[in-house]
Structure formats: structure tokens, C-alpha cells
């Protein structure tokens, strides 16, 4: 069974440490906040100027002025600090953000992503995404293996245009957790119950498999 | 009154001298923290050919969108444009230019022209569509493009106090570009929620210092609010 939008959000929340400062991309890398380990302290950063994001407000609790980077009203946390959007790029190019999390349309064996525009679509900007992927070491990339056509989004080349290059190293899918380095793919982990067989036919970029490949446990 | 008093009394008076093809940097993300009064004066003037460098361009009908209702701009410089229609429609028909700006980028291009440096380097955008046709340069083996400051001929700024020589303090997340759009304008106008006299805010507390503006009015806002997220108490 390929996983969950919550069982991956699950697998790529077992690559926090305590004391790190996260950064996670609209979709389902929100939802890694739901599964920081218990006992571990993280502090999530908002690109619009806030460090130490807490859950939503009560409807007493909202406040105009205080919103994350997808718009949303949110709340601050003992610890939190907020500051203006020059500050908080600093963060992100400097490399002080210990993890980034974030969605793609494709990926590729070069580690390049396309994450932020299909040509002939209306295109919205690539809003803080390129500062992201440039500015940190430690991306986590996750999205479904293929499309709903069944086409591979981990690929020899990207097709669509980038959003950074070469900045890729780390992707979790529905299907596999899949590194990439020497401009290959690397298969480290499979989804509970999915065949090596179904990873490789779903893969077109090179994908180096080994031996044994581990099932994620959940 | 003291020369460093940059309070003005109505909104006409805050913008006065802006003309058609001024370029008007703003403060604000989303709705969040956007100088809503001074952007409807801007409408009020019916000024046309406008360059706005802003992180958006509101939504329709409230923030920056209400420019685009009799076609004021010209150009947006912004990240991300996605939540206006009709912004949708003058860009299809080729009646509003954007020019897509990763949003670091977007804030050092304001810090940069606020502070007097003309360009910078940065890896963002290297080896992608925003990097096409710009100088690149090796640092210890990494890539890096050079990428231009932004000024204005006007800032429209939103902070949450000032006292009268306007020092600003912002409130919460409202804070966002509003400090760097201050330093970036020939002239700069802050719209506040509360003056007080000099004295009265705290120095070490200041996130603007009153130096960056030029024209400072009280107002009162709406503060729309795009994304109303709650959990339950």
C-alpha cells in the first residue's frame, strides 16, 4: 500500500532532532508538525518573520497581525521571536535552518526540483521556495512517486523549470524513501507492502537498488 | 513644531507629489500588515503607469488589488501573485506585467537599496528562469547571481506606533517587508495606529528609526484577515 498523506508526513517527522529549527512547505509537510517525536523540542520557521510557531488560535486568540507564510492565522509560543522578512531570508541563505520540508513536481537525478510553475498554467511565483532550496543543506523533498497518469516524477531530467539546482538530496514518496548522490537515484526504504519492482517501474531516473530493501515500519 | 515632527494631517497631504509612472515600494505580506489607507489614496489620485514592488498584490477588491480595478499598474515586482482575478485577467491580457521575485531576494533588493548598495550575490535563482541573462560569479565553488537593488519614488509603510519624528514599532507578523519598504523610498510614508510624543516608546524597542521617514499619519484599518484558521478551545 503506498502511504499516507499522514504516514508521510510520519516518515519524514523521524528525521527531526531535538533543537532543531524547521521550516515546512504548505501541504503535507504542515502536517510533519502532528508527529514531532514526544519528549523532543522543535521550533517551526515561518519565512513572513516568525520563529517558534504555535497551533492555530482559538476564535478568541486570532489576530490579524499574526499569520504564517501560507496566510493562515496562527499563534506564538513561549520562546517564539518575530522579525521582518530580510531577517528572516538571512536565516534561510545563512544555512541556520537545520531542516526545510517541502513539495515538488518533479525531481531529478541531478537533484534539481521543479516545484513552483507548469508552463501554459497561470503561474502564481515561486513565492519563498527558491530561497529555501538555495539556503539549506538539509531539504527534505516529499510528494507522490508518479502522477495520477502514472508518470514517474523522479526523473533523468527535470522537464518543467527550476526551482533550484543541484539542491536535492533527500525525497520521500508515497511509494519509497529515495536518496540521491553521483547523479543516481539510491532506494533506501519501501512503503509497507510495495514490491521493489513497483518503485522501479515508477522510477525513470536512474534508481540504484540494493539487495535488501527495508519496509517502513508504522 | 520640531523639524524632525513628520506628522501630516490628512491622507491627500501623505501623498502628495505622486505621479503617473512612479515606482511604490510596499510593506505587507498577504493582507497582513499592508498600508490599506495610503493604497486607497493612491486609487483616490487616479494615478496610471505605476511600478509597485510588493510581496503581492492583495486580493480583489481590498489591498493592492483595488489598483488594478482602473488599471493604475503597470508592473508588479512581487513572489507570489495568486489570489486576484483580476490580476489574472490584465496579466493574460497582456495589460500588467509581473516580474516573478524569489521573496529573499524580493526583501534584500529593499534592504539593499535602503542601505546603498546597488546589487548583491546570492545562490537563490542560480541555474533557473530568474537567473537568465545575469551575471554569475564563483564563491568557494558555489554559483551565485548577481541581483539588482530596488528604490522607490514613494514607500507606503504600515507599522503598529511611532511618535511624532517617527521611530516605528510593528506589531506581530504585520512586521514582515514594512521595515526594509521604509528604508527604499525618496520619500516614505508611514500609516499608524497610534503616534505618541517623542519619548514615550522605549529606544531599545524601536524597529525603525524615524531617520527612513518622511511623512508619518494616524489611520484606522479593517486588518482583513485571508486565511482565518482555528482550533477549538
Known amino acids: 500500500m503506498s502511504l499516507t498523506r499522514e504516514q508521510l508526513a510520519m516518515r519524514v517527522a523521524r528525521e527531526l532532532e ?7 512547505g504548505i501541504g503535507i509537510p504542515t502536517l510533519v508538525a502532528n508527529y514531532v517525536p514526544k519528549g523532543m523540542d522543535v521550533m517551526l520557521q515561518s519565512e ?31 520562546g517564539s521571536s518575530i522579525f521582518s522578512s530580510a531577517e528572516s531570508f538571512a536565516m534561510i541563505r545563512g544555512g541556520h535552518v537545520d531542516l526545510t520540508v517541502l513539495g515538488a513536481f518533479e525531481v531529478d537525478v541531478m537533484g534539481n526540483i521543479a516545484s513552483y510553475m507548469i508552463p501554459g498554467k497561470l503561474i502564481k511565483g515561486m513565492g519563498g521556495a527558491m530561497d529555501l532550496v ?16 502514472g508518470d514517474s516524477k523522479l526523473l533523468p531530467q527535470c522537464t518543467l523549470p527550476l526551482t533550484g539546482a543541484g539542491c536535492i538530496n533527500k525525497v520521500v514518496t508515497d511509494l519509497a524513501y529515495v536518496e540521491i548522490a553521483d547523479g543516481k537515484f539510491w532506494l533506501k526504504e519501501r512503503a509497507p507492502g510495495v514490491s521493489v519492482d513497483e518503485i522501479v517501474k515508477l522510477t525513470a531516473g536512474e534508481l540504484v537498488v540494493p539487495e535488501v530493501v527495508p519496509e517502513m515500519e508504522f | 513644531m520640531s523639524g524632525f515632527d513628520k506628522v501630516v494631517s490628512s491622507y491627500e497631504e501623505a501623498m502628495e507629489g505622486l505621479q503617473d509612472d512612479m515606482t511604490i515600494i510596499a510593506g505587507g505580506f498577504g493582507l497582513c500588515g499592508i498600508p490599506e489607507n495610503l493604497i486607497n489614496e493612491i486609487k483616490r ?10 510581496n503581492n498584490c492583495g486580493v480583489d477588491g ?16 512581487s ?32 534592504r539593499a537599496g535602503g542601505a546603498g548598495i546597488p546589487a548583491f550575490y546570492t545562490a537563490t535563482g542560480y541555474g533557473t528562469l530568474v537567473g537568465e541573462g545575469k551575471e554569475v560569479k564563483e564563491f568557494n565553488g558555489r554559483n551565485y547571481i548577481l541581483e539588482e537593488a530596488v528604490t522607490g519614488d514613494f514607500a507606503i509603510v504600515k507599522a503598529w506606533k511611532a511618535d511624532r519624528y517617527g521611530n516605528l514599532v510593528y506589531r506581530h507578523t504585520a512586521q514582515n517587508f514594512n521595515p ?11 500609516e499608524v495606529e497610534e503616534i505618541v510624543e517623542p519619548g514615550e516608546l522605549d529606544p531599545t524597542q524601536i524597529h525603525t528609526p524615524g531617520i527612513y521617514v518622511d511623512r ?9 484577515i485571508e486565511q482565518r484558521t482555528v482550533r477549538e478551545a
Open chain 1, 48 to 78: 513572513n518573520g516568525l520563529l517558534g510557531m504555535g497551533p492555530f488560535p482559538t476564535e478568541a486568540e486570532v489576530d490579524a497581525d499574526l499569520i504564517n507564510a501560507g496566510k493562515q492565522t496562527v499563534t506564538t509560543i513561549p
Open chain 1, 134 to 149: 538555495a539556503g539549506a543543506d538539509n531539504i527534505i523533498v516529499t510528494m507522490t512517486h508518479a502522477s495520477k497518469n
Open chain 2, 180 to 190: 526594509m519598504a521604509a528604508t527604499a523610498g525618496k520619500i516614505t510614508v508611514v
Open chain 1, 18 to 24: 531535538d533543537g532543531f529549527y524547521v521550516n515546512l
Open chain 2, 216 to 224: 508619518l499619519i494616524k489611520g484606522t484599518f479593517e486588518k482583513r
Open chain 2, 79 to 110: 513572489s507570489y501573485v495568486g489570489e486576484n482575478k483580476l490580476f489574472e485577467q490584465q496579466l493574460l491580457a497582456g495589460e500588467l506585467e509581473v516580474e516573478l521575485t524569489p521573496q529573499g531576494t524580493l526583501a534584500e533588493k529593499m
Open chain 2, 45 to 54: 489620485r487616479g494615478v496610471h503607469g505605476l511600478t509597485i514592488v510588493s
Open chain 2, 62 to 77: 481590498f489591498g493592492l488589488g483595488v489598483l488594478l480595478e482602473d488599471k493604475q499598474v503597470k508592473k508588479m515586482i
